[in-house]
């Protein structure tokens, strides 16, 4: 009978001790005068108003990047902060910032190390816009933390946000290629013998040219996450080919085999005219396909994004 007691003794303790590590030091605001004025500042970013940007700083105030690694100059003063803010509403279209989904700011009143009476807000915002230059949108989360006085100016931001969204505007600055083009290439053959391979009903030798964990996409999907796997691909096709009959895919244009420099990404667009007659009532019907094909290093295709009209199969 001792060891329930022995058992019980530590479980006391441990909650005892929970209760005695805790301590307030301060209080949460969902509504407060600090809410205002970091309010306030927001719509003027937005709308470019420097003068009522400056006007809500003090004169001390500092920015500072939360994800800097450089310690030394790890901040900017009041002028300087402005003018990279004036940037987004000079270069942006349809400049907007608004709380993530499911957050809204804080204002906290902390009581240990507050001898200045200041409130500390935190929000959590999407910065969103389109670059009026080079067309790249933008769509940035940002975690913002300020410092507001206890005479409603704000003392310090401190911002934590990934700087790589930024990346794609400057890259867009100037043309670059990503890769070569090609007319032919043994990616293209693999891809003509097996759609042709795919026209005569030899499933074995088409789904040869496939990896075994291929993916296959179709644009009339209730998802665009949705995808098949070669069973499922096969088993689609022999559904296909129960309900109409093939009379022939006849490719339209020329393919091209895309080799990007970016990702090393290998595709084949290709463009085809697919003949069926309908079973059911002997209708003839024309379908035009987009087949982007990918491909790995081994030559072999490992996903398929097939375009068409799907409704037409039911008229």
Request: glycine residues 6%; proline residues 2%; neutral net charge.
């Amino acid at each position: 009978m001792k060891t329930p007691v022995l058992l019980i003794i530590p479980a006391l303790a441990g909650c005892l001790m929970a209760s005695a590590q805790k301590k307030n030091n301060g209080t949460i605001y969902i509504e407060h005068p600090a809410l205002g004025v970091v309010n306030a500042f927001g719509k003027a970013f937005v709308s470019g108003d420097s003068a009522k940007m400056a006007s809500v700083l003090t004169d001390d105030f500092k920015a500072i990047n939360g994800t800097t690694s450089n310690l030394t100059n790890y901040s900017i003063d009041k002028k300087a902060y402005v003018n990279s803010l004036l940037i987004y509403s000079k270069r942006l279209d349809y400049f907007t910032t608004e709380p993530i989904p499911g957050s809204y700011p804080d204002a906290l009143e902390f009581t240990k190390d507050n001898k200045d009476n200041e409130t500390i807000v935190q929000d959590y915002i999407l910065i969103k816009g389109v670059d009026k230059q080079t067309g790249v949108k933008i769509d940035a989360a940002a975690h913002n933390i300020y410092s507001v006085t206890k005479d409603g100016k704000i003392k310090r931001i401190i911002t934590y946000s990934n700087g790589k969204v930024l990346d794609e505007i400057v890259a867009s600055f100037v043309d670059r290629t990503n890769g070569k083009i090609y007319n032919h290439h043994e990616n293209i053959n693999t891809v003509r013998k097996a759609m042709y391979a795919w026209e005569k009903g030899d499933m074995d030798k088409y789904f040869n040219f496939f990896t075994d964990n291929a993916r296959f996409y179709d644009i009339n999907n209730d998802s665009w996450e949705t995808y098949h796997s070669k069973a499922e691909e096969k088993a689609n096709i022999e559904n296909l080919r129960k309900a109409f009959e093939i009379k022939s895919l006849d490719m339209f244009g020329y393919p091209d085999y895309l080799e990007y420099e970016m990702g090393n990404g290998r595709s084949v667009l290709s463009w085809w005219k697919l003949n069926l007659v309908r079973k059911k009532d002997k209708k003839a019907i024309t379908l035009f396909v987009h087949l982007n094909q990918d491909f790995d290093d081994k030559g072999k295709m490992t996903n398929e994004v097939v375009y068409y009209n799907g409704a037409l199969l039911e008229k």
